[in-house]
């Protein structure tokens, strides 16, 4: 994956986003949506948490690819743009 002037290699595309913008291992941003830690609150819709706005940069990633084998250019545009929404958020997470 590469975003702006930063290249990763990973196993899976949660892997090099989060290698990309500095955060933690996929599987511990996972269990940051799915299990919040004791005497925490389960994260707000309004401000996603990291492992989430992941898996909707995989799912918008999933989406725009079928879209791409469709000839749908459309919703590839749609998706991609969605895509850099939810890099733009990682990015400042990163931070």
């Known amino acids: 994956m590469a975003y ?42 309004a401000v996603p948490e990291t492992g989430e706005l992941i898996r909707q940069a995989r799912e918008s990633y999933d989406r725009a690819i079928a879209a791409q084998r469709q000839g749908d250019w459309a919703k590839y545009g749609e998706e991609i743009k969605r895509l850099g929404g939810i890099l733009e958020e990682l990015k400042k997470k990163g931070k």
């Open 4 to 45: 702006e002037n930063r290249i990763a290699m990973e196993e899976t595309l949660e892997g090099a986003i989060a290698k990309i913008f500095g955060l933690n291992a996929p599987s511990a941003l996972r269990r940051q949506v799915e299990e919040p830690a004791a005497g925490t609150a389960a994260p707000t819709a």
